[in-house]
């Protein structure tokens, strides 16, 4: 986005302390509590302590299906097989050119989004004018029909590309109907939360039968928090989410992101395509790259953050959530899911760098991907994750009309239902590939 994570502006402010207690916190010249390091690893009524570095442990929720696992058939015919042959061509003026070649989408593949699927279209996309164009797109636009098509080969000037990727796979997207063995969720949560805030979703999807896996980001929630910058740049969160990821990885994976962590979905999905099985994202913006903002707030020092934490926290209930109700108020204060330190979230604001993160890097994903947001987020416009879904080859984008940047604790119904039926989606098999899958 060239700038902070919206999401993350504020939903780490959830520090519920006295101006008091800041101003101590100045006069002392000492930052403000934070989560120690925890001495066992020992697992304990479903959460494990996972030590994914030398004095860095991260608290784990881990829930194995409390139905027996019902494995699949073996040896049986393919199901939804994607074929993703695409180039991407990115111009040194800043315009990118995406090109669907061959078979690349089936228009039977695409029958959530607006109009059918065309096999054979470019989509040509200027990088500095983001904003003006996704106002005026569809919200689930198809690579090939929401924006603005390239003009006629004849009349375009050659230009010297900056960067060309060439994309030519194949893969094969089944549905998971619960209880099998070789399926594990992953729940990432943002800047400030914890695995707390994904309460509902764990209870739905294991009594469901799945398996799940919730961690804590390093600071935030049970996990240790050291007091040292460094710790909380992306990359060193992203290599913490790699350590999870293969401990529980099995041969199905569904990420599960909210706000920055849906960064960390979008990096995994990128490094292992053939392990990471579909991917959704809550309120996670548009495809750009992260990098922090030089006049944000949260350069303040620590000490003056701890002092403004109590209208820092009103200012979140009053954006993060479309009422602001007794039950709002609540939902902050269950499980102490949004007590994050100020040394913490200054440095989580801080380290948000990842320049490697944008459109292009986006627009080779061949995973398929559910885009959930609330309609009254204030913190990520529509047009963000409008934006989404016209990078990605293969994107659904449904939106909450009574949600806002808290949507998974504000409509747990809602989500959990989309959730689910996500999960059971599967592309249909085109007319005459089945026979030829089973010659193979």
């Known amino acids: 986005m060239g700038r902070e994570r919206p999401a993350g502006c504020f939903q780490g402010s959830i520090m519920l ?95 959530c989004q607006n109009g059918p699927g065309e096999p054979q279209s470019t989509m040509e996309l200027e990088l500095s004018d983001v904003a003006g164009n996704a106002s005026t797109q569809g919200t689930a636009a198809n690579p090939g029909s929401g924006a603005r098509q390239a003009p006629a080969p004849g009349k375009r000037r050659k230009r010297k590309p900056k960067k060309v990727v060439n994309i030519d796979c194949k893969k094969q997207i089944s549905s998971c109907k619960g209880t099998q063995s070789d399926v594990v969720l992953f729940f990432i949560h943002g800047v400030g939360g914890s695995l707390d805030i994904w309460k509902e979703q764990l209870d739905f999807f294991s009594k469901l039968g799945y398996e799940v896996v919730a961690p804590d980001l390093a600071g935030h929630g049970c996990s240790s928090a050291p007091q040292i910058a460094a710790a909380y740049t992306f990359y060193a969160l992203a290599e913490d989410m790699r350590a999870v990821f293969k401990r529980y990885a099995k041969k199905r994976n569904i990420l599960i992101g909210h706000s920055y962590g849906v960064s960390f979905c979008t990096f995994l999905a990128h490094e292992y395509p053939d392990l990471v099985h579909k991917v959704i994202m809550i309120n996670g913006g548009g495809p750009t790259a992260l990098e922090p903002s030089l006049c944000s707030i949260f350069n303040m020092p620590t000490c003056i953050l701890h002092c403004l934490s109590p209208c820092l926290a009103w200012s979140f209930l009053k954006a993060g959530f479309a009422r602001q109700g007794a039950k709002e108020k609540q939902l902050l204060k269950e499980g102490n899911a949004f007590n994050v330190s100020s040394f913490v979230l200054r440095a989580m604001m801080s380290g948000q760098y990842w320049p490697e993160g944008d459109e292009v890097y986006h627009a080779e994903l061949t995973v398929p991907v559910l885009l959930v947001h609330g309609m009254h987020d204030k913190f990520v416009p529509v047009e963000e994750d409008q934006r989404m879904a016209e990078i990605l080859l293969l994107a659904f984008l449904k939106v909450i009309d009574e949600g806002s940047h808290m949507v998974m604790m504000e409509c747990p119904e809602t989500v959990n239902t989309l959730l689910h039926e996500f999960l059971l989606w599967e592309p249909e098999m085109p007319a005459g590939e089945g026979r030829e899958v089973e010659k193979k």
Not at 45 to 56: I, N, Q
Not at 91 to 99: D, F, P, S, T
């Open 17 to 111: 302390t006295s101006i008091a207690d800041g101003i101590m916190c100045c006069l002392m010249g000492k930052t403000t509590n934070a989560v120690g390091p925890v001495d066992s690893v020992e697992s304990s009524d479903g959460y494990s302590f996972l030590e994914v570095k030398p004095g860095r442990v991260l608290r784990v929720k881990h829930t194995l299906p409390t139905r027996r696992p019902e494995e699949g058939p073996e040896g049986g015919p393919e199901r939804g097989v994607v074929h993703c042959k695409r180039k991407i061509t990115l111009y040194r003026n800043g315009q990118l050119v995406i090109e669907n070649l061959g078979d690349a989408i089936r228009s039977e593949l695409l029958h």
